[in-house]
């Protein structure tokens, strides 16, 4: 058996930002490096990969706690959980629900931290956020969960800090531009799939991006899939705002989505997106009856769903009261229905409940 050198130590020790190690915790450790397989050295960087449900199935889920608010309305457990976090939040906090809930977890990562911004697209594309990436990275690595990462959803309205246009047309700078928020996107990705640092710096100087903020020498590799997310128009409905405008590319996106809502039904917008970005799956990052109660919505939602295979996920927004199923009894019952069936997912596969 070899032990572990200084340098695999102190890697190690990095995905416990901000906390000393004392004895029990540096014996865990000890034993936990001793225990890993030795491999041979990375050729190459992971590649992106969806983390799809079965084949026929769809994950459905919900966003934000307490789920027993959603799953006494649809006699159903999700089998993702979402959380909306703020840039820099405290890292523990970002996966313990999903994993106390058995669920997948998805995260809607802005860039605010309360009412103020905490950085810009470009500013993520510059390295300014490396280390919390990074930590995040850890985090989502040590919880053994997987991940859906919708980082800056609806990036084409304008009523988000990071959009690149005001509700008046007007533009709101080149740190908020598209060309920035797509070398952002690219940069995350790279973070969060991880490997040899070295092999991710390459990636940076091909990108003209400059090298991650870091000391080490490999960033681990969590389950995460990056799954993008705009308003199938833009709000307002200008060029600059155009869903593709943000396309970071193919090889950066693992699923597709967008976020719909019984108050705006664009039913022909959102065929029309689905078709325009073909070849992932596709979700709805969120979906929530708003402003009435309105059962023909949910079923017409629905049939789309069946009509529409690559949809393999969608997530309620149970986070705010306008949204709550408890009032719209009906749209409830419809929602309960149309879920009962095996097809919707109550667990993903890795956390269903033993026979």
């Known amino acids: 058996m070899t032990l572990p050198n200084a340098t695999q130590i102190y890697r190690a020790a990095q995905r416990f930002p901000g906390r000393r190690l004392g004895l029990g915790a540096g014996l865990w450790l000890l034993i936990a490096l001793m225990a890993a397989p030795a491999g041979a050295a990375a050729t190459r960087l992971p590649a992106g990969k969806a983390y799809r449900p079965p084949s026929g199935k769809v994950f459905q889920g919900v966003a934000e706690k307490p789920i027993s608010a959603y799953t006494h309305a649809v006699g159903k457990h999700p089998a993702v959980y979402q959380e909306f976090v703020a840039w820099g939040q405290w890292l523990p906090t970002i996966t313990q629900d999903a994993t106390a809930n058995r ?138 705002l155009e869903p593709g405008v943000y396309y970071p590319g193919r090889r950066w996106v693992d699923w597709v989505g967008t976020d719909f809502y019984s108050r705006y039904p664009n039913w022909s917008g959102l065929s029309r997106f689905y078709t325009e970005f073909g070849g992932a799956p596709f979700t709805f990052g969120e979906y929530a009856i708003w402003d009435g109660d309105n059962p023909s919505w949910v079923k017409t939602l629905f049939a789309w769903v069946d009509a529409h295979p690559r949809t393999q996920m969608l997530v309620y927004n149970d986070d705010a009261s306008e949204f709550w199923l408890s009032n719209f009894p009906a749209s409830a019952a419809a929602l309960r229905s149309a879920l009962a069936g095996p097809k919707f997912l109550a667990y993903a596969p890795e956390w269903a409940p033993a026979a």
Request: with cysteine; glycine share 10%; proline share 7%.
């Open 103 to 240: 669920a997948r977890l998805m995260l809607m990562v802005s860039t605010n931290y309360g009412s103020r911004d905490a950085i810009t697209p470009a500013g993520i594309a510059g390295g300014g956020g490396d280390a919390w990436l990074i930590g995040l990275g850890q985090q989502l690595y040590a919880s053994r969960n997987t991940t859906y990462m919708r980082l800056m959803a609806e990036m084409n309205n304008c009523e988000n800090s990071y959009a690149a246009e005001n509700c008046n047309g007007s533009s709101r700078g080149p740190a908020f531009s598209a060309a920035e928020f797509k070398q952002a996107w690219r940069l995350v990705t790279l973070i969060l799939r991880g490997g040899p640092v070295a092999m991710i710096d390459q990636q940076l100087r091909r990108l003209r991006l400059p090298a991650l903020r870091t000391t080490l020498t490999d960033l681990p590799t969590p389950k995460v899939a990056m799954v993008w997310v705009p308003m199938v128009g833009g709000n307002p409905d200008v060029p600059a």
